[in-house]
């Protein structure tokens, strides 16, 4: 059964650059969240996709934005970086039903911007 | 004001010792969720435990439970029997059920297991 899968694994970009990061779900999910997570920091909040909708949105700028695939794969696109988007963000995976909703995170793209 | 509180910014345990890792919320909404997650240096978070709201008995996996005190807002997580692996960074995250899907994390608690 595979888990949640994130590529790249590293990314160096320099400011003003645009960056897209991608994500597939453990089998069986149909809802991806991303968070951001700094250095030293608990994981942020981004956004969450179902049925290829934004359906829910932390306190982020528009210059992240993101894309749900019919096979629930999904992506994040930063524009315009800052040396600020330099962080591990998280891909996590659950699966839309009553319960525990559990979210399964990926191993993280690590982002750094020069 | 902070959801999740972990006061505790580092621990240290002796190998096969108990050790109780501390995490406190804030919440007004009656049904929400508790979970805890491990991330080692390589990451990954991985979910350890969940405790509902709702829950009337203390969750439990293996060598991990929850000792879930609702009235004190706390969610304190206790690793029995510590191995060296068990050395990491551990998250408190919260769901609130009304409405919101995200979890809300606290800033995380590093664990060093001594041989």
């Known amino acids: 059964d595979a888990g949640v899968t994130q590529s790249p694994t590293h990314l160096i970009k320099t400011r003003g650059q645009q960056v897209t990061l991608r994500c597939s779900p453990k089998?069986?999910?149909?809802?991806v969240s991303w968070y951001q997570q700094a250095l030293g920091q608990g994981p942020q909040f981004i956004f969450q996709?179902?049925?290829?909708?934004?359906?829910q949105r932390g306190n982020f700028p528009d210059r992240f934005s993101g894309h749900q695939f019919p096979n629930y794969s999904s992506e994040l696109n930063v524009n315009a970086l800052l040396l600020g988007d330099s962080a591990l963000y998280l891909c996590?995976?659950?699966?839309?039903?009553?319960?525990?909703?559990?979210?399964?995170f990926g191993p993280g793209t690590r982002l750094t911007v020069l | 004001a902070q959801k999740i509180t972990q006061t505790q910014p580092g621990m240290f345990v002796q190998e096969k010792e108990a050790v109780t890792l501390d995490c406190t919320y804030d919440t007004s909404d009656p049904s929400y969720g508790l979970f805890w997650y491990k991330q080692p240096s390589s990451g990954e978070m991985i979910f350890l435990i969940y405790q509902g709201s709702y829950d009337q008995q203390n969750a439990t996996e293996g060598r991990y439970s929850l000792n879930f005190q609702k009235a004190r807002k706390s969610a304190n997580l206790v690793i029995s029997a510590s191995q060296l692996g068990d050395s990491a960074m551990y998250f408190c995250?919260?769901?609130?059920?009304?409405?919101?899907?995200?979890?809300?994390f606290g800033t995380g608690t590093r664990l060093t297991v001594i041989p």
């Open positions: 996709y179902y049925e290829e909708e934004e359906r």
């Open positions: 089998s069986g999910h149909d809802t």
């Open positions: 995250a919260m769901r609130e059920e009304t409405g919101a899907n995200n979890l809300f």
């Open positions: 996590a995976s659950s699966l839309e039903q009553g319960g525990t909703d559990t979210q399964y």
